[in-house]
């Protein structure tokens, strides 16, 4: 199972959101929970630095997969806390309301 959890400041800003785990879906390079997943954690990624120039804190597992942490800076401006907080919300209810919900076997998405 996939585990993502979304880290929240104590104003309920998403400020970090660490993915780990593997769905087990489908056999490696069909699985379409994992596709999913990765897709939509990517383009998060890669949106905040394309869109927000935002930097964030990465750290991922290369050989085995299934890992990725991402935390935002602490020195964004009040425009790129607005951009982050629009992309890792849409991230959020993404995996959260689209994927979970048709694959809650496969994925489990919590906000602490």
């Not at 929240?8 to 056999?27: Q, V």
């Not at 994992?34 to 120039?53: P, Y």
């Amino acid at each position: 199972m996939i585990s993502a959890v979304f880290k929240a400041n104590i104003t309920k800003e998403i400020i970090a959101l660490e993915i780990s785990g593997h769905a087990m879906s489908g056999p490696h390079g069909y699985d379409i929970v994992c596709a999913g997943v990765s897709a939509v954690v990517i383009s998060t990624v890669n949106n905040l630095s394309r869109l927000g120039k935002i930097d964030p804190i990465l750290e991922t597992d290369d050989r085995e997969g299934g890992y990725l942490y991402l935390e935002l800076p602490d020195d964004l401006s009040d425009q790129q806390i607005a951009l982050s907080q629009m992309l890792l919300q849409a991230c959020y209810y993404a995996l959260k309301d689209d994927i979970q919900t048709e694959y809650p076997q496969s994925l489990r998405v919590s906000l602490a």
